[in-house]
């Protein structure tokens, strides 16, 4: 794969993965509201989607042959830390929160 092909999974593939977080804890949660640790388990593999991509954009971000390339890697790990933050604080809502509040 190539350094801007890499550098492109790397941007897109966390917010995928919250974007899948949010949907799977949505559809979980209504289905059955007791069922929350499923909504944890779940996080957890969003942020594992977060530090494959982080994995994937941090060797890149020394400069290479073209400039635009470290810079979007650069960029791709800002986002992964982004995105992984978001889904902290929403499994950090999970806790503390009850699922089933009436």
């Not at 949660?29 to 494959?52: E, K, V």
């Amino acid at each position: 794969m190539s350094m801007r092909a890499r550098a492109w999974t790397a941007l897109i593939v966390p917010a995928l993965s919250w974007f899948l977080f949010e949907q799977g804890l949505s559809a979980v949660l209504h289905a059955d509201c007791s069922r929350w640790m499923f909504g944890l388990l779940w996080g957890l593999f969003g942020l594992g989607g977060c530090g494959i991509a982080l994995a994937l954009a941090w060797p890149l971000r020394r400069a290479g042959p073209d400039p635009a390339d470290p810079w979007l890697a650069r960029l791709a790990c800002v986002v992964a830390g982004f995105f992984a933050l978001a889904i902290l604080y929403q499994i950090l809502a999970i806790l503390i929160v009850p699922a089933c509040l009436r």
